[in-house]
């Protein structure tokens, strides 16, 4: 099975730079980085981060995203990056 | 000949045949710390300083004769059957109209009394007509009841039209009966002029849709200026109805069906604000719908939904065979309830043993009881091993359980109903509880009345800002989309014009947010005549609302904040019930009775499939699935592993979908097809899964991308419970048998075990036993305690009062300290522009609810017929179109075509609309922009084009033809039953 086949990286682009966009009122910039890491860890299904970090390693190299949003994925990739795909059964 | 053999369904718990007899204390209850003491009839009688003496006697168990006071209405003192006499003073004071005193000594009867009632009652009864043992009142007439009570033996002026020594009388017994309101009639001739029915209009419904028209013996109710009901302003809540003492006022279904023998109380199935009902009865036949008196969401009251709208339960409609078949094109099957579940589960689990676990999910019902809702997140959870569940709240008040929990530590409102009562000052933002919460407009009406002050936060002129004796001191008309420009811009004022609770902030909430929260709103970018361009909002108007809610109208005074779907159905919708948490706090308006942040909860259930685990990331109770010790709790209960990690919430099980990735949808009582938007995005996703699920009452819309029909039932026909906006729990009863022979949640159940998952509860207090034992903040919730107070709101434990609790963060937030976030403005990314220039917003009407499915299906229809685009003048002039003209919209996302209702309810710029037709495609238009924390849609604004047209679109008329088809599919499983059935026949024949 295939679950990393986004066919419009664009939707997860435009979904994550969204929440950048509300952390970016901080004026502390590391809490912004926690806030955006946070939401997405809390909310966003594996499949999910899995395409964002796709589009992020891919020929795109992340085109479209946040600075906020590139900087997050990359400084907390380890935390953020779900494990291969889950098993079949 | 043998007829098919018909299954025999029984109750499980069937209702005791008892009325509910409510009684009628006559005026209603005063509360004061002081009390009297005085003497009826010889007994002493304590009552609360005020009351009257018609209220201490009933109190007391002294039955004092009346007819035109009752206890929902103020006294009027007009029909003089409740004179008594009082020692010391002269005549016979009418009791309902005279307050009880100390040390009065009071005689209900006497033959002076008797005399006089007698006499009242003959003057009544000469223009009466006397077709008592015909009439619909008969058993339930309190006209009667009082001839019987004074002893009515002759009427010496003849009665009607009657010839007494000669001359006959006046009389309004030829009176035309009005018979256009489909649900009650108004018999005019029957009319003794008591005056309830208008009083109930003024006083508990607030639309002032009826007078006495004419004076003396021409005095006659009239619905607006002498009109039929149905052409005058009327609502048919039925409050005149229900107050109606003799047969004046009637529901149709009495007429037709005769008085119920019992009651039954239960849950209206309708808005979130949860009328508690009683269910009359004739064997399990409804009879009608009569608003409790002791329902606290409603305290008697209801609208035309709760009251009237049930019809739809047992409508030809009704699907109560299960279904199935291999692809959508394919004509449905009639199967067993065992092989349709079968079929079901085989397929998900073929599915997930082909794509993964993961590959499937649910989606549950904000319609279904808690119980139910439990149970299928429990079988998505434990029997399909994945987090997908998710809930229609995701489209409508998700923002709120993120919000408020961010910045209060739970997702609920703050107060109860009634706290409005003690409201100063209420501030209403993208609400329209005339529309879609009227019995709460009403409560709210009838406090504006008293002099409390309103703000209205609305691009509509909404009912509230200008209807009789309620006017908005403050209507903030903003551009759709600015909410958060606006919420920033009264914080802006709150903290540079020293408005700010600081004791409370000091002692309530997070020092530190808050600084930062002040820092922010501080700048001047966040200032209303900085916004004003952003929002078209005047920032002096901006700068009184903010003053009039900081300080509550007063010294010490009360505001609080009721807001809807315009605030959370929006791109910023998160950010902006954050918003309206910061300036609560900061001004010190959480925590107590008149204030609060209350979300007006679109469909019956909302609040209870929220707290019921419905969101993929959380288990019931708002715990978030990755803690380990919470889901330990379930894993032990369950007896299955959880997987940690979220699931994926509905617009991602759709996009999911169209990936191939997500291939088996399981879906309870909801009809995403019709009610989520963009609607052609939606049908792609359906039509590329393999497995469709839908369990429904109707062949709705989603059902036509099904595989697999279950028939649903009613909340007539189950056991259960419902949360209301309160948090408060009421019990759902059985009163009718499933008609497809089962409950929602004994399908689930049913689901489960074909699945290999075992369930075996016996009676939804089972479940509720279970949600208990899991949940913290249901831990005091039991059947056994619903029945005996009528309802519990949670949090309800050990740590609060017995019933629950009716206000929330009395002394400290949820969370702790009260969190303070900054609220950047952030432009829609739905822009006008010139091939979009307007923008669209949606909305919903009194009379239909949500989809339609339900209220399309009763005589409502009458009152809203199809949706309409609401288009102000100045923008229908530039396009040519004039009222009733169809018109095509066209946004990014599709195009529909409805017809124009040319108003100033919209400002120029904006158009509106209403989505409870599928034909309409309201959602065809919407698209899929959604809010940046919980991708609730943003149905609220829409950037498109309106011009004059001449036909449907191309997907209205694509629509169509795909609708037509799949009813023929339908009707090909249902017409070869038919055809089975009249084979059999003949072979008994032969």
Redesign the interface.
């Given at each position: 099975?295939?679950?990393v086949?986004?066919?419009d990286p664009q939707?997860i682009v435009?979904?994550a730079n969204?929440?950048g966009?509300?952390f970016?009122?901080?004026?502390c910039h590391d809490e912004a980085v926690e806030g955006v890491a946070s939401?997405l860890?809390?909310?966003?299904?594996?499949?999910?981060r899995r395409q964002l970090y796709a589009h992020l390693d891919g020929a795109a190299q992340g085109e479209g995203l946040s600075e906020l949003l590139r900087e997050t994925a990359l400084a907390r990739r380890a935390e953020l990056e779900?494990a291969a795909?889950?098993?079949?059964? | 000949m043998n007829a098919p053999a018909q299954p025999i369904h029984f109750f499980r718990a069937r209702p005791l045949p008892a009325r509910h007899a409510e009684c009628d204390h006559g005026t209603p209850a005063v509360v004061s710390d002081e009390g009297v003491t005085l003497t009826i009839d010889g007994f002493e009688v304590s009552v609360p300083k005020g009351t009257s003496l018609m209220r201490a006697a009933i109190d007391a168990g002294i039955q004092v004769p009346k007819l035109c006071a009752t206890d929902m209405l103020d006294p009027f003192g007009s029909c003089r059957l409740c004179l008594v006499e009082i020692e010391g003073r002269r005549g016979t004071p009418a009791s309902c109209t005279t307050p009880a005193e100390a040390g009065l000594v009071v005689r209900t009867q006497s033959p002076k009394l008797q005399q006089l009632r007698r006499g009242v009652m003959e003057l009544y009864l000469s223009d009466h007509p006397l077709d008592c043992l015909t009439c619909a009142a008969n058993g339930d007439c309190e006209l009667q009841d009082m001839a019987g009570v004074v002893g009515l033996r002759n009427v010496r002026y003849g009665v009607g039209d009657q010839v007494v020594a000669g001359r006959s009388g006046r009389h309004h017994l030829d009176s035309q009966k009005d018979e256009s309101n489909p649900y009650f009639t108004y018999d005019a001739s029957k009319c003794i002029v008591c005056n309830r029915c208008v009083r109930a209009c003024e006083e508990v419904q607030g639309s002032f849709a009826l007078t006495i028209s004419g004076r003396g013996f021409e005095s006659r109710v009239s619905p607006g200026m002498s009109e039929p009901f149905m052409q005058s302003e009327c609502v048919s809540c039925g409050a005149c109805v229900q107050a109606c003492p003799t047969a004046t006022l009637v529901e149709k279904s009495v007429i037709e069906a005769g008085q119920p023998e019992f009651s039954v109380v239960t849950t209206c199935a309708y808005c979130g604000v949860g009328c508690s009902f009683k269910a009359e009865m004739k064997g399990t036949q409804v009879v009608r719908m009569v608003p409790w008196k002791d329902g606290k969401a409603n305290e008697g009251h209801s609208c035309i939904k709760g009251r009237f709208a049930w019809g739809y339960a047992t409508h030809r409609d009704r699907i109560t065979k299960p279904m199935i078949r291999e692809k959508i094109t394919d004509p449905w099957r009639e199967v067993s309830w065992e092989e349709a579940l079968a079929h079901a589960a085989g397929e998900f689990r073929r599915i997930?043993?082909?794509?993964?676990?993961?590959?499937v999910g649910g989606i549950t019902s904000s319609r279904c009881t808690n119980e139910e809702t439990y149970l299928v997140q429990k079988l998505i959870r434990a029997a399909f091993g994945t987090?997908?569940v998710d809930t229609c709240a995701r489209v409508c008040h998700s923002p709120t359980g993120y919000g408020l929990g961010q910045t209060f530590g739970t997702s609920a409102g703050t107060q109860t109903f009634k706290s409005v009562e003690q409201a100063d000052v209420v501030m209403v933002i993208g609400a329209n509880p005339s529309e879609g919460h009227p019995v709460f407009a009403s409560r709210l009406k009838k406090r504006i009345r008293q002099g409390a002050k309103l703000i209205v936060i609305d691009p509509r002129r909404i009912e509230l800002v200008d209807s009789p004796h309620v006017h908005a001191d403050f209507h903030l008309q903003l551009k759709p989309g600015s909410n958060v420009a606006v919420i920033t811009a009264l914080a802006h004022v709150v903290v540079t014009e020293g408005l700010v609770d600081a004791a409370y902030v000091a002692e309530r909430c997070d020092d530190a947010s808050y600084q930062?929260w002040r820092?922010?709103v501080a700048k001047p970018e966040n200032s209303p005549e900085a916004l004003e361009a952003v929002s078209g909002v005047p920032a002096a108007t901006v700068r009184g609302a903010a003053r009039l809610y900081a300080t509550g109208g007063k010294a010490g005074g009360n505001s609080a904040i009721y807001y809807g779907l315009g605030v959370t159905e929006h791109?910023q919708g998160?950010?902006m019930v954050i918003g309206i948490a910061n300036l609560a706090m900061a001004c010190g308006m959480v925590g107590r009775e008149g204030v609060g942040v209350n979300p007006l909860r679109g469909q019956n259930n909302v609040q209870g499939s929220c707290d019921m685990g419905s969101f993929?990331?959380e288990l019931p109770g708002y715990r978030?699935i990755?803690d380990t010790t919470v889901r330990a709790q379930f894993e032990a209960a369950w007896g299955v592993t959880l997987?940690p990690?979220?699931?994926?919430?509905i617009p991602?099980m759709l996009?999911?979908a169209?990936?191939?990735?997500f291939r088996g949808l399981y879906v309870q009582g909801e009809d995403p097809a019709q009610s989520d938007p963009n609607t052609q995005h939606v049908a792609a996703a359906l039509s590329a899964m393999e497995c469709v699920v839908v369990q429904d009452l109707f062949l709705n819309e989603t059902a036509k991308y099904a595989h697999v029909f279950l028939p649903g039932s009613s909340f007539l026909e189950k056991d259960g419970t419902f949360t209301n906006a309160e948090r408060r729990i009421s019990r759902v009863r059985q009163v009718m048998p499933p008609l497809a022979g089962k409950a929602d949640w004994e399908v689930t159940q049913a689901l489960a075990n074909a699945l290999g998952y075992p369930m075996a509860y016996q009676h939804p207090e089972q479940i509720m036993a279970e949600i208990a034992a899991l949940t913290p903040s249901f831990a005091g919730v039991s059947y056994e305690k619903i029945e005996r107070l009528g309802s519990v709101q949670w949090p309800c434990n050990e740590g609060t009062d017995e019933a629950g609790t009716a206000t929330m963060h009395i002394e400290r937030f949820v969370r702790g300290k009260g969190r303070f976030f900054?609220?950047?403005y952030?432009a829609s990314?739905e822009k006008v522009t010139r091939r979009f220039p307007l923008i669209l917003t949606t909305g919903r009407v009194l009379s239909q609810y949500n989809v339609g499915a339900q209220t399309r299906r009763t005589e409502n229809s009458r009152w809203h017929e199809e949706d309409r685009l609401e288009i102000h003048p100045h923008d229908a002039e530039e396009r040519g179109v004039k009222h009733g003209d169809w018109v095509g919209i066209a946004s990014r996302a599709g195009e529909t075509v409805l017809r124009a209702d040319v108003t100033e309810r919209v400002q120029p710029g904006v158009v509106y609309t209403t989505f409870h037709f599928p034909e309409s495609g309201a959602n065809v238009i919407t698209t899929?922009s959604?809010d940046?924390?919980?991708?609730c849609p943003e149905y609220k604004v829409t950037a498109v084009q309106v011009s004059k047209v001449s036909q449907l679109s191309e997907w209205q008329q694509g629509y169509a033809r795909f609708s037509r088809n799949q009813e023929g599919l339908l009707a090909q499983a249902q017409g070869q039953v038919q055809v089975q059935q009249g084979a059999q026949a003949t072979e008994a024949v032969k």
């Amino acid at each position: 099975m295939s679950a990393v086949t986004h066919s419009d990286p664009q939707t997860i682009v435009r979904l994550a730079n969204r929440i950048g966009e509300f952390f970016a009122a901080y004026p502390c910039h590391d809490e912004a980085v926690e806030g955006v890491a946070s939401h997405l860890r809390k909310f966003w299904e594996p499949r999910m981060r899995r395409q964002l970090y796709a589009h992020l390693d891919g020929a795109a190299q992340g085109e479209g995203l946040s600075e906020l949003l590139r900087e997050t994925a990359l400084a907390r990739r380890a935390e953020l990056e779900p494990a291969a795909a889950p098993p079949t059964r | 000949m043998n007829a098919p053999a018909q299954p025999i369904h029984f109750f499980r718990a069937r209702p005791l045949p008892a009325r509910h007899a409510e009684c009628d204390h006559g005026t209603p209850a005063v509360v004061s710390d002081e009390g009297v003491t005085l003497t009826i009839d010889g007994f002493e009688v304590s009552v609360p300083k005020g009351t009257s003496l018609m209220r201490a006697a009933i109190d007391a168990g002294i039955q004092v004769p009346k007819l035109c006071a009752t206890d929902m209405l103020d006294p009027f003192g007009s029909c003089r059957l409740c004179l008594v006499e009082i020692e010391g003073r002269r005549g016979t004071p009418a009791s309902c109209t005279t307050p009880a005193e100390a040390g009065l000594v009071v005689r209900t009867q006497s033959p002076k009394l008797q005399q006089l009632r007698r006499g009242v009652m003959e003057l009544y009864l000469s223009d009466h007509p006397l077709d008592c043992l015909t009439c619909a009142a008969n058993g339930d007439c309190e006209l009667q009841d009082m001839a019987g009570v004074v002893g009515l033996r002759n009427v010496r002026y003849g009665v009607g039209d009657q010839v007494v020594a000669g001359r006959s009388g006046r009389h309004h017994l030829d009176s035309q009966k009005d018979e256009s309101n489909p649900y009650f009639t108004y018999d005019a001739s029957k009319c003794i002029v008591c005056n309830r029915c208008v009083r109930a209009c003024e006083e508990v419904q607030g639309s002032f849709a009826l007078t006495i028209s004419g004076r003396g013996f021409e005095s006659r109710v009239s619905p607006g200026m002498s009109e039929p009901f149905m052409q005058s302003e009327c609502v048919s809540c039925g409050a005149c109805v229900q107050a109606c003492p003799t047969a004046t006022l009637v529901e149709k279904s009495v007429i037709e069906a005769g008085q119920p023998e019992f009651s039954v109380v239960t849950t209206c199935a309708y808005c979130g604000v949860g009328c508690s009902f009683k269910a009359e009865m004739k064997g399990t036949q409804v009879v009608r719908m009569v608003p409790w008196k002791d329902g606290k969401a409603n305290e008697g009251h209801s609208c035309i939904k709760g009251r009237f709208a049930w019809g739809y339960a047992t409508h030809r409609d009704r699907i109560t065979k299960p279904m199935i078949r291999e692809k959508i094109t394919d004509p449905w099957r009639e199967v067993s309830w065992e092989e349709a579940l079968a079929h079901a589960a085989g397929e998900f689990r073929r599915i997930q043993a082909t794509h993964g676990r993961d590959s499937v999910g649910g989606i549950t019902s904000s319609r279904c009881t808690n119980e139910e809702t439990y149970l299928v997140q429990k079988l998505i959870r434990a029997a399909f091993g994945t987090n997908n569940v998710d809930t229609c709240a995701r489209v409508c008040h998700s923002p709120t359980g993120y919000g408020l929990g961010q910045t209060f530590g739970t997702s609920a409102g703050t107060q109860t109903f009634k706290s409005v009562e003690q409201a100063d000052v209420v501030m209403v933002i993208g609400a329209n509880p005339s529309e879609g919460h009227p019995v709460f407009a009403s409560r709210l009406k009838k406090r504006i009345r008293q002099g409390a002050k309103l703000i209205v936060i609305d691009p509509r002129r909404i009912e509230l800002v200008d209807s009789p004796h309620v006017h908005a001191d403050f209507h903030l008309q903003l551009k759709p989309g600015s909410n958060v420009a606006v919420i920033t811009a009264l914080a802006h004022v709150v903290v540079t014009e020293g408005l700010v609770d600081a004791a409370y902030v000091a002692e309530r909430c997070d020092d530190a947010s808050y600084q930062q929260w002040r820092a922010f709103v501080a700048k001047p970018e966040n200032s209303p005549e900085a916004l004003e361009a952003v929002s078209g909002v005047p920032a002096a108007t901006v700068r009184g609302a903010a003053r009039l809610y900081a300080t509550g109208g007063k010294a010490g005074g009360n505001s609080a904040i009721y807001y809807g779907l315009g605030v959370t159905e929006h791109a910023q919708g998160s950010t902006m019930v954050i918003g309206i948490a910061n300036l609560a706090m900061a001004c010190g308006m959480v925590g107590r009775e008149g204030v609060g942040v209350n979300p007006l909860r679109g469909q019956n259930n909302v609040q209870g499939s929220c707290d019921m685990g419905s969101f993929p990331h959380e288990l019931p109770g708002y715990r978030h699935i990755s803690d380990t010790t919470v889901r330990a709790q379930f894993e032990a209960a369950w007896g299955v592993t959880l997987n940690p990690e979220p699931g994926l919430r509905i617009p991602n099980m759709l996009d999911a979908a169209l990936d191939g990735s997500f291939r088996g949808l399981y879906v309870q009582g909801e009809d995403p097809a019709q009610s989520d938007p963009n609607t052609q995005h939606v049908a792609a996703a359906l039509s590329a899964m393999e497995c469709v699920v839908v369990q429904d009452l109707f062949l709705n819309e989603t059902a036509k991308y099904a595989h697999v029909f279950l028939p649903g039932s009613s909340f007539l026909e189950k056991d259960g419970t419902f949360t209301n906006a309160e948090r408060r729990i009421s019990r759902v009863r059985q009163v009718m048998p499933p008609l497809a022979g089962k409950a929602d949640w004994e399908v689930t159940q049913a689901l489960a075990n074909a699945l290999g998952y075992p369930m075996a509860y016996q009676h939804p207090e089972q479940i509720m036993a279970e949600i208990a034992a899991l949940t913290p903040s249901f831990a005091g919730v039991s059947y056994e305690k619903i029945e005996r107070l009528g309802s519990v709101q949670w949090p309800c434990n050990e740590g609060t009062d017995e019933a629950g609790t009716a206000t929330m963060h009395i002394e400290r937030f949820v969370r702790g300290k009260g969190r303070f976030f900054p609220t950047q403005y952030v432009a829609s990314e739905e822009k006008v522009t010139r091939r979009f220039p307007l923008i669209l917003t949606t909305g919903r009407v009194l009379s239909q609810y949500n989809v339609g499915a339900q209220t399309r299906r009763t005589e409502n229809s009458r009152w809203h017929e199809e949706d309409r685009l609401e288009i102000h003048p100045h923008d229908a002039e530039e396009r040519g179109v004039k009222h009733g003209d169809w018109v095509g919209i066209a946004s990014r996302a599709g195009e529909t075509v409805l017809r124009a209702d040319v108003t100033e309810r919209v400002q120029p710029g904006v158009v509106y609309t209403t989505f409870h037709f599928p034909e309409s495609g309201a959602n065809v238009i919407t698209t899929d922009s959604s809010d940046w924390a919980t991708n609730c849609p943003e149905y609220k604004v829409t950037a498109v084009q309106v011009s004059k047209v001449s036909q449907l679109s191309e997907w209205q008329q694509g629509y169509a033809r795909f609708s037509r088809n799949q009813e023929g599919l339908l009707a090909q499983a249902q017409g070869q039953v038919q055809v089975q059935q009249g084979a059999q026949a003949t072979e008994a024949v032969k």
